[in-house]
């Protein structure tokens, strides 16, 4: 194998392959709309579950364990956004885009 023949590759190049094609402004509009909104809406969710549940009256963390629920219920409602924000707001954007 003659590794003298291989040219460097840009890491812009390699994540444009990855993905398929590179992204159109269209397409980077849509998936930050669809994850921004779908990040909202499960924040609200979640808040609204964690209202609905009350403090134990023993073994509470305190202020330490509302930290990390605050944390926690953040990175839930980032993934679940980013997983499932086109489901939902998906077809909003195409409403708003056709305008």
Known sequence: MNLSSLQ???VQAVSQTAAGMPQSPDDEARETFTKTLGEMLFREMIKSMRRTVDE?????????EEMFTSQLDQLLSEKMGQTHGEEYFGPMYDAW???
Do not use: C, D, I, L
Not at 59 to 64: K, S
């Open 8 to 10: 460097p590759v840009s």
């Open 97 to 99: 885009a056709k305008r």
């Open 56 to 64: 134990p009256a023993y073994f509470h963390g305190g202020r330490a």
